[in-house]
């Protein structure tokens, strides 16, 4: 398996060109290449909410969870596994298998910056390679940002309310922030 760091430090102490650099350096094993045969099911689920769990308890060790989360692909049929050189197990996923829990901005509108803590304490700058997107439900519009490889990280409540507030005073129309380059509207496509 491979190897884990602490979490990063707090992004409010951070510029984001310190947050840009970690999340560059941010190492992970090359999960696209492995095709080991399906294992069968791994008895682990992510909740809504970002929760890991294993066999209904959940997993309370916040370094394990970010293990397992360097792990984690999304098969081509939409599926979730666990997978590493010698086997794949598959892993149900509630919603996104992340959560975006903590934003820090910088700049002002087409040279603005987001950047995301995910609950795993992954970074993750939104722009062209990590893009914001909206889904639209029968109970509301739902935000997401692409964290890697058909991976993405459902924004949590207040860190949507951060993204609306920013927003509402750059003034756009649509209501939307730039990122990296990149205007992201913050309401679904129609």
Request: proline share 11%.
């Amino acid at each position: 398996m491979p190897e884990t760091k602490p979490p990063p430090p707090d992004l409010a102490g951070l510029s984001l060109a310190e947050i840009a650099k970690l999340a560059e350096e941010q190492k992970l094993p090359p999960v696209e290449s492995w095709n080991p045969a399906y294992c069968g099911e791994s008895a682990m689920r992510i909740a809504r909410d970002g929760t890991w769990y294993h066999e209904g308890a959940p997993i309370g060790r916040p370094a394990m969870v970010r293990l397992f989360s360097t792990i984690l692909r999304r098969e081509p049929d939409g599926s979730f596994v666990l997978v590493t050189p010698v086997e794949k197990l598959g892993i149900q996923v509630e919603d996104a298998p992340f959560v975006a829990v903590e934003l820090r901005s910088e700049g002002e509108g087409a040279a603005r910056r987001l950047a995301f803590r995910l609950n795993t304490g992954d970074l993750v700058l939104a722009g062209p390679d990590h893009p914001l997107r909206f889904e639209r439900r029968e109970d509301g519009a739902y935000p997401y940002l692409a964290v890697r490889r058909g991976l993405d990280a459902l924004i949590a409540r207040p860190v949507y309310y951060e993204l609306a507030n920013l927003a509402i005073a750059e003034g756009s129309t649509p209501a939307g922030l730039w990122s990296g380059g990149m205007f992201f509207p913050l309401e679904p496509a129609r």
